[in-house]
């Protein structure tokens, strides 16, 4: 009887444990997912945002000299919420540098 007992607390043990490393797994997969969509919205916005200086590049002959420029001219929206957006145009004739990095969440 009292083996029985042992036994039944060590399946209990084992179910307990197996429940908390499912769900240990679970949060390191999707706790890293939405790192995964942070970086790939930082990625679309640095696109978006280089393809906007492209455009008026072509049309106006130079590069935008600085960022809100293109947001009144081109319709450029861009979520500075959750992104910073670091604009250097170094010169008019050549492509600016355009970096993109996740505001951390507070």
């Known amino acids: 009887m009292y083996s029985d007992k042992l036994q ?9 444990l197996a429940v908390l490393l499912l769900a240990g797994l679970c949060f390191a997969v999707f706790g890293r997912s939405g790192r995964d969509i942070s970086e790939e ?4 916005i640095r696109d978006a945002v280089i393809r906007s200086a492209r455009q008026c590049y072509v049309v106006e002959g130079v ?9 009144d001219n081109y319709g450029l929206n861009v ?9 250097d145009a170094f010169s008019s004739n050549l492509p600016p540098d355009v970096i993109v ?3 951390p969440k507070d």
Request: glycine share 2%; aromatic share 20%; charged share 25%.
């Open 8 to 16: 039944k607390k060590t399946r209990y043990l084992i179910f307990a």
């Open 79 to 87: 979520n500075t919420n959750d992104y910073y957006v670091n604009y």
């Open 101 to 103: 990095l996740v505001r």
């Open 41 to 44: 919205g930082a990625e679309a």
């Open 63 to 71: 590069y935008p000299p600085n960022l809100d420029y293109l947001k």
